[in-house]
């Protein structure tokens, strides 16, 4: 009997490990599913290029995507840029590294990655950003 229960202890540990793992690593993220303020629920990291995409310009901006800090061939590879920053982001926010400018303070995934993605203190103009990615999310 005591081996079936260390058998069953053993099976249940491993589920409980295999599971936060899977869940720490995002790969829920699209059915908005995972640890209390890691992703915002609905938005998989396509939805926010997506919606940073549009609020950069589109097709008409002169940096795709915003991006001005690493050269990039075409779309495909801004997009892709893009996509690294979403998750490394995703992955300090569940580990509660944002940057300087909102630590300590009550944060969302989206203000956080607002604040490294294009730091508002850096342009006037970036103070925008979050509303206008909020906008093309559908919020």
Request: charged residues 20%; aromatic residues 12%.
């Amino acid at each position: 009997m005591s081996r079936i229960i260390l058998l069953v202890t053993i099976i249940l540990s491993l589920f409980y490990i295999i599971g936060e793992h899977l869940f720490t690593n995002s790969y829920f993220t699209d059915f908005g599913v995972g640890p209390i303020n890691y992703v915002k629920p609905g938005y998989s990291d396509e939805q926010l290029a997506d919606a940073i995409y549009r609020a950069e310009g589109g097709a008409k901006a002169q940096y795709l995507y915003g991006i001005r800090s690493v050269h990039y061939a075409d779309e495909a590879e801004a997009r892709k840029i893009c996509l690294n920053t979403i998750r490394n982001q995703r992955h300090r926010h569940g580990q509660g590294a944002c940057p300087d400018s909102v630590r300590g303070s009550s944060h969302d995934y989206l203000t956080c990655l607002w604040h490294r993605y294009c730091p508002p203190s850096a342009h006037e103009l970036n103070r925008h950003w979050l509303k206008n990615v909020k906008h093309f999310l559908g919020e």
